[in-house]
T-cell receptor
């Protein structure tokens, strides 16, 4: 059983469209990280959010941490083929250096 | 700067054989993590070290799995004997907790070792 549930599992969209990926849990986390993984490579950190309600923007990517620190979302505006990859959310807790990863959302952006 | 280095990148072995996966973390990092990734179970933490000392091995599936970190620049994950259900991509990651009280830091992942047990 995944501590963090991601949805949808798969997402295929046309270049230029917008998309949102969700990460939900019944547990509270002190921090939430988003990683992107490309085929044959390891995950690469995109962002870390630590405050409930926090919103961070990274170019066309917008990340939000829920007020109760149990959920997060990733929104991509005007998606490009380079955004294709597996997006993973990971939750961290105080006094614990472990991260709990969601199962991931596979995003495919068609040219 | 070199990132996390893992070897081999691919390993194909037969059931019952011993498998050793190797990892060189980023120089100066004080945490090292071993993960396993499968389609069914996603990315699972197996074990992690702090300053070469194992801190939490609760994710290690069973006694067939063992991990060591003899020094700050090298770690191994050994499976003996290997079984087909061990087939997965194994990742090593390292991080540096530079500031007191900073509990979450970036984990830098290696490229992974794809293990196939026939």
């Amino acid at each position: 059983t995944q501590l963090l549930e991601q949805s949808p599992q798969f997402l295929s969209i046309q270049e230029g469209e917008n998309l949102t990926v969700y990460c939900n849990s019944s547990s509270v986390f002190s921090s939430l990280q988003w990683y992107r993984q490309e085929p044959g490579e390891g995950p690469v950190l995109l962002v870390t959010v630590v405050t409930g309600g926090e919103v961070k923007k990274l170019k066309r990517l917008t990340f939000q941490f829920g007020d109760a620190r149990k959920d997060s979302s990733l929104h991509i505006t005007a998606a490009q083929p380079g955004d294709t990859g597996l997006y993973l959310c990971a939750g961290g807790r105080s006094n614990d250096y472990k991260l709990s990863f969601g199962a991931g959302t596979t995003v495919t952006v068609r040219a | 700067d070199a990132g996390v280095i893992q070897s081999p990148r691919h390993e194909v072995t037969e059931m019952g054989q011993e498998v050793t996966l190797r990892c060189k973390p980023i120089s100066g990092h004080d945490y090292l993590f071993w993960y396993r990734q499968t389609m069914m179970r996603g990315l699972e933490l197996l074990i992690y070290f702090n300053n070469n000392v194992p801190i939490d091995d609760s994710g290690m599936p069973e006694d067939r799995f063992s991990a060591k970190m003899p020094n700050a620049s090298f770690s191994t994950l050994k499976i003996q004997p290997s079984e087909p259900r061990d087939s997965a991509v194994y990742f090593c990651a390292s991080s540096f907790t530079g500031s007191p009280g900073l509990e979450v830091d970036t984990q830098y992942f290696g490229p992974g070792t794809r293990l196939t047990v026939l």
